[in-house]
């Protein structure tokens, strides 16, 4: 039906802008992007001098990970005025970014934040570049001048604090969650953070109280799951039963979660199940070829199995490996809460 009113509007050979732009609006505000490109393009074809036409056709653009046709209609985007301006240097950055050219992206967003610092958006899109390019504490004065501005904005303090963590200042980061937890207790990534901070700080009972809170959450973080069974792991697996329920929650909610097969695993082996051990391990392996940890347990149940040919080559393989645990669970915390950032980052704007 809505492509049907879609076709019946363009039909009309005089539309006036306006008519264009909500109606653009409307179809991205409802996810249906393709729609909206031929409602802003339609704008864009008949009023070229239109700078909110080409604003709005490039993040539907971008929203389809189109990301070439987006960056080629703000690009060439008419800006007259300065607000025009701003918002072209700023959209563009954020395309940069998602095509993964960060120095052109750092140096967009950061123009348009200099100009409009008080802009959530443009901290979260300058913040986000600066903690994928490492640059912890650029990122984290980002942040900490745009919440200065924002005082009740959940994300920007979420940047702060992740930040901060990421940036090996493990007392500020939960200082930093504690009181963004205590502001909002049903913002699921405050908990997130600040469970995988105190897990990292070795407090793994209080680690598991935030766990099992966030989990009472309506909408819970899925990693909450994979959080609760490892703070019960490194607490030598007493409860595993618990454990293995909530690593099949969190497997089922979370795609391709290595860490959680090999977590599995793990308690499989320790309980002497060796089948659905070597099942959930040799996934492990298959989905991060490079988890030195998936191997050394799978060196050990093929052996327990009676096969020394294949623990022999996963011993071979955790030997040129290596790699420490505790950086691939930091890994995971900070993909995660990157997306959780970038989501509303790419929330759609409308100008």
């Known amino acids: 039906m809505a492509a049907e009113s879609l076709e019946k509007l363009l039909d009309d050979p005089h539309l006036d802008s306006g008519i264009l732009l909500r109606t653009g609006i409307e179809f991205a505000q409802n ?39 987006a960056y080629a209609v703000i690009d060439q985007a008419p800006h007259q005025s ?23 992206a750092e140096q ?39 919440w200065a501005l924002n005082p009740h904005s959940n994300y920007l303090q979420l940047g702060l604090a992740l930040a901060q963590f990421l940036d090996g200042r493990t007392a500020q980061s939960l200082e930093a969650s504690k009181r963004l937890r205590a502001s909002s207790p049903e913002f699921s990534p405050a908990g997130l953070l600040l469970g995988f901070a105190l897990y990292f700080d070795g407090n793994f009972a209080e680690a598991r109280e935030v766990a099992r809170a966030g989990l009472r959450l309506p909408n819970p973080e899925p990693y909450l799951y994979y959080l609760e069974a490892a703070t019960l792991l490194k607490q030598h697996g007493a409860e595993q039963a618990q454990i293995l329920d909530d690593l099949n929650m969190a497997e089922r909610r979370i795609p391709n ?17 060796l089948q659905p051990a070597l099942a959930d391990l040799e996934k492990a392996v298959r989905l991060a070829p490079d988890l030195s940890e998936g191997w050394y347990h799978l060196a050990s149940v093929y052996a327990r199995l009676g096969k020394p040919e294949e623990a022999a080559k996963a011993r071979a393989r955790f030997q040129t490996i290596k790699t420490n645990a505790d950086e691939r669970e930091k890994q995971l915390m900070r993909s995660v809460l990157l997306e959780s950032l970038g989501a509303q980052s790419h929330a759609p704007h409308a100008e």
Not at 39 to 63: I, K
Not at 97 to 102: F, S, W
Not at 124 to 146: I, K, W
């Open 257 to 273: 979660c290595a860490l959680c097969y090999v977590a599995s695993g793990k308690v499989h082996e320790q309980q002497n199940e």
């Open 82 to 104: 300065e607000p025009d301006s701003i918002a072209r240097i700023y959209l563009r950055g954020k395309i940069e970014a998602a095509m993964g050219r960060l120095q052109p």
């Open 108 to 146: 967009d967003l950061a123009a348009a934040f200099r100009k409009e610092p008080d802009r959530e958006n443009f901290a979260l899109d300058l913040g986000l570049v600066y903690l994928q390019a490492h640059a912890y504490r650029r990122s984290e004065e980002v942040f900490a001048q745009s």
């Open 31 to 69: 996810s249906m992007y393709p729609e909206a490109v031929r409602a802003f393009s339609r704008c864009v074809r008949d009023y070229p001098a239109v700078f909110e036409s080409h604003y709005n056709l490039a993040l539907a653009e971008l929203a389809q990970d189109h990301l070439a046709q």
